[in-house]
């Protein structure tokens, strides 16, 4: 059983359309995120819902929304779609814990090209 | 200058050699370490978490931490061609999902037969 899966795994599109990703968790997390990782491999944080709330909010701009209808689901809606939006991205998710390992388990990513 | 910088790459050595990869940060804030290992079109996976200064062991991995250097380090003895991976260090200032991981661009090793 996939741990963190995300739909879908690959997503070409045109610029300025509107797209969706979706992410599941099975691991009974509480705290999910998504992350950009552009054409260097820079992995860099992009939002966390800590059940279903809002707790990390990177200068991300407004044409990207996250929606977490419960805590084993975070999407990602992005409007108007640019040339420089085309990255993997991945969806993560941990358990809170305030000492010790907040491992982040990390999906298999969705690879999104913007042409 | 990034928070946390990491050498991307590649790194190429042969089999059963002693692979060291390394990152070095300037937000004293951070406490806890940790190391991923990524796949090609994959998503990264954890290897190794520290906390503070110190060494971790486990198995053929050694993780080190130089806070008074902002220095951290990762060892896998005995490479294997399935050791062939991204590297990514990763850092926090905060124990829990609140604090945010900031992660280095990472190291790209090639282990050759």
């Known amino acids: 059983d996939t741990a963190v899966s995300q739909t879908p795994k690959y997503l070409v599109t045109q610029m300025g359309n509107d797209k969706s990703i979706k992410c599941e968790q099975n691991l009974g997390h509480d705290t999910m995120y998504w992350y950009k990782q552009d054409s260097k491999k820079f992995l860099k944080i992009m939002f966390s819902?800590?059940?279903?709330?809002?707790?990390i909010n990177e200068t991300v701009p407004n044409r990207f929304s996250p929606k977490s209808p419960d805590k084993a689901h975070l999407n990602l809606h992005i409007n108007s779609l640019e040339l420089g939006d085309s990255a993997v991205y991945f969806c993560?998710?941990?358990?809170?814990?305030?000492?010790?390992?907040?491992?982040?388990?990390f999906g298999p990513g969705t690879r999104l090209t913007v042409l | 200058q990034k928070e946390v910088e990491q050498d991307p790459g590649p790194l190429s050595v042969p089999e059963g050699a002693i692979v060291s990869l390394n990152c070095t940060y300037s937000n004293s804030a951070f406490q806890y370490f940790m190391w991923y290992r990524q796949y090609s079109r994959k998503g990264p996976e954890l290897l190794m978490y520290t906390y503070s200064s110190g060494n971790k062991e486990d198995g053929r991995f050694t993780a080190q931490v130089d806070k008074s250097s902002k220095y951290i380090s990762l060892f896998i003895r005995d490479s294997q061609p399935s050791d062939s991976a991204t590297y990514l260090c990763a850092m926090s200032a905060r124990p829990d999902s609140w604090g945010k991981l900031q992660f280095g661009a990472g190291t790209q090793v090639v282990v050759t037969p």
């Open positions: 819902y800590n059940n279903k709330e809002l707790i």
């Open positions: 993560a998710s941990s358990l809170r814990e305030r000492e010790g390992n907040n491992e982040q388990f």
